[in-house]
T-cell receptor, first 112, second 114 residues
Framework: KQEVTQIPAALSVPEGENLVLNCSFT??????LQWFRQDPGKGLTSLLL?????REQTSGRLNASLDKSSGRSTLYIAASQPGDSATYLC???????????FGAGTQVVVTP | DTAVSQTPKYLVTQMGNDKSIKCEQN?????MYWYKQDSKKFLKIMFS???????INETVPNRFSPKSPDKAHLNLHINSLELGDSAVYFC?????????????FGPGTRLLVL
């Protein structure tokens, strides 16, 4: 059974610092991995999707890496801003039907 | 324009009641999902429909029954509500998951069973 773990559970950094969020999964037979952002009281917003054949994806200040063999993904957020404060969720899917299994998330606070 | 919308946003009800949550997407997507986020913030998939056909049916009580009248709608009906059903329920949609496309989430329905 797939288990997805995110460390740390919470993180507080001053504005301008780089953020490093970790995600690990126990079954390396994944179809893809996705990073989401969840703001309090709101739905999820997709940030990056990495296909199983890819090693990383980048979008603006965000970069996500995937090491399938070791069951790890890392989300880097460069030059953090207060607007980056949110919960970041990692999810893996074992097949093409989008049956994502989520981690518990990392709650990020960026202080001005 | 809201891409994925859910009604109601909040739902407070008594144990034993039957309730429905509606979801609509205007993105023209073929696949829709229901997720449950419990008090510990774990998000778990419940159901998925592709072109009105059930493709994912996780281990959930049969008190939960999804219904897809058309591709743009996926409703969730819950019979005999229990205290443990209290959670936030999210609807999501995607165009074609086999093409590695992302899922778009609705704002959530906060259900509280008293």
């Amino acid at each position: 059974k797939q288990e997805v773990t995110q460390i740390p559970a919470a993180l507080s950094v001053p504005e301008g610092e780089n953020l490093v969020l970790n995600c690990s999964f126990t079954d390396s037979a994944i179809y893809n991995l996705q990073w989401f952002r969840q703001d309090p009281g709101k739905g999820l917003t997709s940030l990056l999707l990495i296909q199983s054949s890819q090693r990383e994806q980048t979008s603006g200040r965000l970069n996500a890496s995937l090491d399938k063999s070791s069951g790890r993904s890392t989300l880097y957020i460069a030059a953090s801003q207060p607007g980056d404060s949110a919960t970041y969720l990692c999810a893996v899917s074992p097949d093409s039907w989008g049956k994502f299994q989520f981690g518990a998330g990392t709650q990020v606070v960026v202080t001005p | 324009d809201t891409a994925v919308s859910q009604t109601p946003k909040y739902l407070v009800t008594q144990m034993g009641n039957d309730k429905s949550i509606k979801c609509e997407q205007n993105l023209g997507h073929d696949t829709m999902y229901w997720y449950k986020q419990d008090s510990k913030k774990f998000l778990k998939i419940m159901f998925s429909y592709n072109n009105k056909e059930l493709i994912i049916n996780e281990t959930v009580p049969n008190r939960f029954s999804p219904k897809s009248p058309d591709k743009a709608h996926l409703n969730l009906h819950i019979n005999s509500l229990e205290l443990g059903d209290s959670a936030v329920y999210f609807c999501a949609s995607s165009q074609d998951p086999s093409r590695q496309e992302t899922q778009y989430f609705g704002p959530g329905t906060r259900l509280l069973v008293l």
